[in-house]
């Protein structure tokens, strides 16, 4: 019995090793400023830095890797959260998105910070520096709210709803 033991101890052993050689590309996209949010909406100086220090890492084509995203399968899990932040938001590409999904995208960001669904604690948990503060949320979802405001006024209201 101790000498299967031993047997699977190396198997799982050589198989972590060997899975280190299987990496996922890293997200360093290239940013082009016109297909960027703030080339096109005011963002307030702070809402900005709380933006890439709580989003940008999974909703931007520009994200920040600590040392154990060299790690598998860390890094495929780190890029499973990427690709998924990036496919429902995408600070990046913002401008490409058509007018009503930008405007829903706004109605989003301040309902999912209101209610403590971004950042995911699984992210603020070994990124202290993203836990947003209760000062911080307020001031993420009135911009996001005014934004939407600017957007009534500048759109007819049937281009702020997902054609039918």
């Known amino acids: 019995m101790k000498r ?36 096109k909406y005011q963002v307030p100086e702070e809402v900005d830095k709380l933006l890439k220090v709580s989003c940008y890492d999974c909703h931007s084509n520009t994200s920040h890797y600590p040392w154990y995203s060299n790690v598998q399968p860390i890094a495929w899990i780190l890029e499973d959260h990427i690709l998924e932040g990036k496919d429902e938001l995408n600070f990046s590409t ?9 405007y829903k995208k706004f ?36 911009w996001a709210a005014k934004t939407m405001k600017e957007m009534e006024t500048e759109y007819p209201a049937e281009q702020l709803v997902k054609p039918k």
């Open 107 to 142: 109605k989003e960001i301040g309902k999912e910070v209101k209610e403590d669904e971004m950042p995911l604690t699984s992210y603020t948990f070994l990124h202290r520096d993203a836990v947003l503060s209760a000062d911080q949320k307020l001031l993420i979802q009135n």
């Open 94 to 102: 913002f401008l490409n998105y058509p007018i009503w999904r930008q």
């Open 4 to 39: 299967v033991l031993i047997v699977i101890l190396v198997i799982v052993i050589i198989a972590f090793i060997a899975i280190q050689f299987i990496r996922p590309l890293k997200n360093s996209g290239q940013e082009i400023a016109e297909h960027q949010i703030t080339n």
